[in-house]
């Protein structure tokens, strides 16, 4: 029997797979044959695409033969063994494998009626992270808090930073804007990651109203600045509700001191966020854990992105909150065609109510598979290695003339100078990037530029690491 | 040579998804065999999965059997033929197959550095899609206006909604935020999504401050009222900054007439925003496009979820702007670790600039796999397909003595009602969804109940619609 043109039978998507495999396994096995950079210029992918889509299907071999000789060279191999750059964004096989089931299962989770599977999976796979992160009891499932998937950080701290302005504001900010906003005042370090100014102008706090702390000499938050800051806001007569701490800054990884920021905190009622995104990952080693996990018992929100280090494929972002309420409270819709009983009992989970999209995907099977089919021993692991990789980058810097850190090394973060200033530093960079087996990305400390080297592709290794510091060693002369 | 344990070799993971694609064979084949709904009570699937992450590996086999066994038990059927349920969800097999590629290529698209591919397919995509729907060239790629891809409509408006309102404050309301939000106005209907108030709520402007326009008698916002609400605000010395039009809304698929909203608009420099997340779709029908995209020359911004009805698997929203500017005005941040060269010419476009997110997934292959492989011609078969079913329940409610249509039939969508009122429609919903083939979700309209009928599942058929007007002709005596 024929199928209508826009249906597949399940055989035949089976066959398109298995086509399509060749090309994938391909494509993984060359992640380390050329820069991980593109060499494409602007608008040259773009002119290869026709302006109009297909009317008539193509065959998915010239579909396939296009994404070699098309897509590909547009691609930047983020999963090089060489990839330094910014911070890690792996793809795990595993995670792989989870999100194509989440695909052909095709749950729309944003109430528990709507998939009790992707809900109750959800809620168990961020308290298995809990556990694996050693993470505070607070967080836990079943308890007054809890933890939920958000696409990115970026959505996360937006959450969260509309959940404290509207506890402070007792709700006013959500239902009455405008005034009921005036005088709010937030606050995170210097070295923050630029989310959290974006939450802040979105979310009509202003921008102007996010304080950032002064930080100490490895760039973490000064917590007497943080406490003087909230005084003078106070004593002005100004409203201090949000405070975004730092674990495992952009620019150098440092940590900021969340126990004492979290005191500061609870002093003035002010709702205190742990932005771990990139470092979190690391709690999973117990070698690493201590300083990553500690004050979390203080903070309102914690979250990290288990799609960068930890391998669950962007996008993952996991948070977990001391309290739903305040987060439900700023969240919640509650229109009559979204009404059924499973709601109206008060027992079930609508995730829908703690982000600010309706509907989402079932993203909690890619961290089933990973953590079934890989381990958490394995996680740790390579946590483990890629720091012991640092280590040695470490070394060869500290044996170097020419070469310092500025920054203490933060777990597999190093931030890189020549001694020489800016247009050394800048030279290096270059050199290390036209080299055709890395990429490295930079970042300012104190107003001097600076090369980071971010290990944490899911396949570097020793030798790519090695290369690294022969050709960083060799051009700093 | 043995690879360390976080790692698989590109021929295994080829290996376990081979391995895995029986049981995607079966699920899919299963999509019909039981109720669409699940039929799991709170906490049942939780109590069977253990509190703690494995730390050693699990084999595959016994992941796949749980997800038999355990998962799959909670599932709701989306993609069963006969999903009637809110809207329809579809991952067509192509859409699923390119997004699998995005997982296997983990591009992370911030920035048209961290992916040109990424970034100019999805230019592209847009464009083809903007194209296939017929919508005015004043969103084209390459102008002052042009496409992204959200994850969800959600964050759409909100991203449309900030930007009116920055547009509006000349920048304040981002900067300052608090007092320059006040009296700021939106506007959209009674019948418009919920979205659009949690925005409201979220952007300090304020849920108070969003006016509900009255509807007329098929439930289309009505266009004096909006007039005179306007008038009114402005000469309470209010600013009104934003508009949202609905172009089939969620209740009964009512479409608003936007032409004539666009008027009003221009007339007080508000910012319109056309939410077209579920009709979008049937623009690429040209028998269905007209009242779709009516209009759209006056709009700032048009959005339309091709992860609903079009089969682009969740999540994808696309929206267009008019003018880049606003919106980038809004979102755009610019730390020093994100400065590239390719920034810096401002002759790229870096997505992450177009919305509340940084991070951005390779979305634009999944629609690019779609359009080629399946073609936009079998899209709009489908619609049409989809629309003839609608018309066959229209005719039998119409031939029916007890039963009748609430709001006029809106493409394949229909609002059905008993003549005894909300009790015989709420004992007509009961036995719909108890039957065990029909998932059917209800809404209000004028204060009663309705039985919604939204046609547009991948694999729904004659043989299903017909049983379903079978059940509920006999249901209603």
Redesign the interface.
């Known amino acids: 029997m024929s199928v209508?043109?826009?249906?597949?039978r399940?055989?035949?998507?089976?066959n398109?797979?298995?086509q399509?495999?060749k090309w994938?396994?391909q494509?993984?096995?060359q992640s380390g044959e050329r820069s991980p950079?593109?060499a494409?210029t602007?608008?040259?992918?773009?002119s290869r695409?026709p302006?109009?889509?297909?009317?008539?299907?193509?065959p998915?071999e010239?579909?396939l033969a296009d994404?070699r000789d098309v897509?590909?060279?547009?691609?930047?191999r983020?999963?090089a063994p060489g990839w330094f750059a910014?911070f890690p964004?792996?793809?795990?096989?595993?995670?792989?494998?989870g999100?194509?089931?989440a695909?052909?299962?095709?749950?729309?989770g944003m109430l528990?009626?709507?998939?009790?599977?992707c809900t109750?999976?959800e809620?168990?796979m961020l308290?298995?992270?809990r556990?694996?992160l050693g993470l505070c009891d607070r967080f836990a499932?079943g308890g007054a808090g809890g933890g939920v998937i958000q696409?990115?950080?970026?959505?996360g701290v937006?959450a969260c930073l509309?959940a404290a302005r509207d506890r402070t504001t007792s709700g006013l900010?959500?239902?009455?804007?405008?005034?009921?906003?005036?005088?709010?005042v937030a606050y995170t370090s210097e070295q923050a990651?630029?989310?959290v100014?974006?939450a802040?102008?979105?979310?009509?706090?202003?921008?102007?109203?996010l304080r950032l702390v002064p930080t100490d000499d490895q760039f973490r938050m000064d917590v007497r600045s943080l406490s003087r800051m909230m005084q003078d806001d106070v004593a002005a007569g100004l409203r201090p509700c949000f405070c975004c701490a730092t674990v495992g800054t952009?620019?150098c990884g440092a940590i900021d001191p969340v126990s004492q920021i979290g005191q500061v905190c609870q002093k003035h009622d002010v709702w205190l966020h742990v932005d771990a995104a990139w470092a979190g990952t690391a709690a999973i080693a117990s070698e690493c854990r201590e300083p990553i996990t500690s004050g979390c018992e203080l903070a309102d929100s914690w979250s990290f992105n288990p799609?960068k280090w930890m391998?669950a494929?962007?996008?993952c972002c996991c948070l977990w909150v001391a309290d739903q309420r305040p987060l439900i409270d700023?969240?919640s819709?509650?229109?009559?065609?979204?009404r059924?009983s499973?709601t109206g009992?008060g027992?079930?989970i609508d995730y829908r109510d703690w982000h600010?999209?309706?509907?989402?995907?079932f993203r909690a099977?890619k961290l089933?598979?990973l953590?079934?089919?890989?381990?958490?021993?394995?996680?740790a692991?390579?946590v483990e290695?890629h720091v012991e990789l640092a280590r040695s980058v470490e070394a060869a810097v500290n044996a170097h003339d020419c070469l310092v850190l500025a920054a203490p090394r933060s777990l597999s973060l190093l931030c890189i100078q020549h001694i020489d200033g800016d247009l050394a530093t800048q030279s290096l960079l270059d050199t290390v990037n036209a080299d055709g087996r890395f990429a490295v990305?930079?970042?300012?400390l104190d107003g001097l530029l600076v090369m980071?080297i971010a290990i944490g592709a899911?396949?570097t290794d020793q030798a790519t690491v090695d290369a690294l510091i022969q050709v960083m060693t060799e051009a700093s002369q």
Chains 1, 2 share one sequence.
């Not at 897509?71 to 930047?76: K, R």
């Not at 102008?201 to 921008?207: D, K, L, N, P, V």
């Not at 953590?371 to 996680?379: F, K």
């Open positions: 209508p043109s826009w249906q597949q399940p055989e035949d998507f089976a398109r797979i298995t399509s495999l994938i396994v494509h993984m096995q950079w593109s494409l602007p608008g040259e992918l773009a695409i302006l109009t889509a297909p009317t008539t299907p193509e998915l010239d579909v994404l897509i590909a060279p547009g691609l930047v983020w999963d910014w964004s792996n793809s795990h096989p595993d995670a792989i494998l999100d194509l089931l695909s052909v299962m095709a749950q729309q528990w009626t709507s998939s009790p599977a109750e999976l809620s168990r308290e298995w992270l556990r694996s499932e696409d990115t950080a970026s959505s937006l509309v900010a959500s239902t009455r804007g405008g005034d009921a906003c005036s005088g709010l990651h630029s989310s100014l974006k802040a102008g979105i979310c009509g706090i202003g921008r102007d109203n952009t620019g799609h391998g494929s962007f996008d700023a969240m819709i509650d229109p009559e065609y979204l059924n499973a009992t027992e079930v600010v999209q309706l509907g989402r995907r099977i089933w598979l953590l079934r089919c890989t381990g958490a021993a394995a996680i692991e390579m290695f990305t930079h970042c300012k980071r899911l396949n």
